[in-house]
């Protein structure tokens, strides 16, 4: 009886460890599969931004250098460079000089460029979209080099430099959609 007892409780512990080893070993699956399906989604968005960034390559303009700039060439770089982002028609633009700032070793010069959407019955917008550029001449640099360009959009805190992202008509809708979200909550 012994015998068959232990028998009996040997039998139920293998069968105890078996289905402990199995759970154990569903779980390890259930987890492989998580990672595996992460790491196919993450492959997917990048195929798809890889084939996105091969129709629609990233646009820029040779910059002017420190040598030839100008406040004026600046206004024409920036009028330049937007020109080659796709947008809608029914946006229009203007770039405006806006301040000369003098650092120790650098000159920023800060231009705004002001984005609208006019139409027949509103040709002058009630809001806005503005995208600020700052264009960096360097002090110590050499004449042949070119001048440093960033930009952000108002109420983003994104950093862009030429070249190196590509522009989006939907920072320019979300801004004048906020502007009148905020203008409607606003009684005068």
């Keep these: 009886m012994d015998m068959i007892k232990r028998d009996k409780s040997q039998r139920t512990v293998a069968v105890n460890m078996d289905s402990e080893r199995q759970n154990k070993m569903n779980e390890a699956k259930q987890n492989l599969t998580e990672v595996a399906l992460r790491v196919v989604d993450n492959v997917i968005k990048a195929a798809a931004r890889s084939v996105e960034e091969a129709a629609n390559p990233i646009r820029n303009i040779k910059w002017i250098t420190h040598g ?36 120790i070793h650098s000159f920023h010069y800060i231009y705004h460029v002001y984005w609208s959407v006019p139409t027949a019955l509103r040709p002058v917008a009630k809001v806005s979209a503005l995208a600020y550029f700052t264009i960096k001449f360097n002090k110590s640099k050499p004449p042949d080099m070119p001048v440093d360009v960033l930009y952000f959009f108002e109420g983003s805190s994104l950093i862009h430099r030429p070249g190196m992202s590509q522009f989006r008509e939907q920072w320019l809708d979300d801004i004048i959609e906020a502007k009148h979200v905020l203008l409607k909550m606003i009684h005068f």
Excluded: C, P, R, S
């Design 68 to 103: 030839e700039f100008t406040v004026e060439e600046g206004h024409k770089q920036i009028d330049q460079f937007v020109a080659t982002w796709e947008f809608n028609n029914y946006w229009v633009h203007y770039t405006k000089f806006v301040e000369k700032k003098d650092l």
